[in-house]
């Protein structure tokens, strides 16, 4: 079967760094994104990486390695609007997302 | 950012009613998706679209349908509610490519009594 694992919930101090860790088994591999969702809202657009290393956007980076079925989403200098659940997508080999069932982030003052 | 729009935001009926949940998308993007979500559970893919015309069910498609006469519209209909169905339904959509970004409307809250 295919699987995603995400930590159901983390907890970081404001200003700090925090690194949110995804591990998959699918069947293939087209890429994985990386969606923020706040309470009640829709999941928005974070990245989306396909090839090995880490890729940054502002206080966002997101790290893959494909041959160990890994990928994190870092996030710096951390702000209260932060707090949100992470959700972690995979892109199998028919081109579906499968996703997680993300990470709370709960950010602390 | 995306303009997707979905219809009513929150909805309180009772079992047995049809419910249409409207979907609408300016972006003119071809593909758009039905998602159903519980807090706290990952997103779980009810159909999908490829464009006008097409239609295919994801894995938990059995008790609705959807139709795709034009581009920017993908209503989800049930044909009979039941209280197993109240949710959080996402509607997206995204261009032609395989890994083109999905983006989302605001979610329509179903609570079925």
């Known amino acids: 079967g295919q699987n995603i694992d995400q930590p159901t919930e983390m907890t970081a101090t404001e200003g700090a760094i925090v690194q949110i860790n995804c591990t998959y088994q699918?069947?293939?591999?087209?890429?994985l994104f990386w969606y923020q969702q706040h309470a009640g809202e829709a999941p928005t657009f974070l990245s989306y990486n396909v090839l090995d290393g880490l890729e940054e956007k502002g206080r966002f980076s997101s790290f893959l390695s494909r041959s160990k079925g890994y990928s994190y989403l870092l996030l710096k200098e951390l702000q209260m609007k932060d707090s949100a659940s992470y959700l972690c997508?995979?892109?199998?080999?028919?081109?579906?997302?499968?996703w997680g069932a993300g990470t709370k982030l709960i950010i602390k003052p | 950012e995306a303009d997707i729009y979905q219809t009513p935001r929150y909805l309180v009926i009772g079992t047995g009613k049809k419910i249409t949940l409207e979907c609408s998308q300016t972006?003119?993007?071809?593909?758009m998706y039905w998602y159903q979500q519980d807090p706290g559970m990952e997103l779980h893919l009810i159909h999908y679209?490829?464009?006008?015309?097409?239609?295919e069910k994801g894995d938990l498609s059995s008790e609705s349908t959807v139709s795709r006469i034009r581009t920017e519209h993908f209503p989800l209909t049930l044909e009979s509610a039941r209280p197993s169905h109240t949710s959080q339904y996402l509607c997206?959509?995204?261009?032609?490519?395989?890994?083109?970004?999905?983006?989302f409307g605001p979610g329509t809250r179903l609570t079925v009594l």
């Open positions: 997206a959509s995204s261009a032609s490519g395989d890994t083109d970004t999905q983006y």
């Open positions: 679209s490829y464009g006008v015309n097409s239609t």
């Open positions: 699918t069947s293939g591999f087209n890429g």
């Open positions: 997508a995979v892109v199998d080999s028919n081109y579906q997302l499968i």
């Open positions: 972006m003119g993007h071809d593909k």
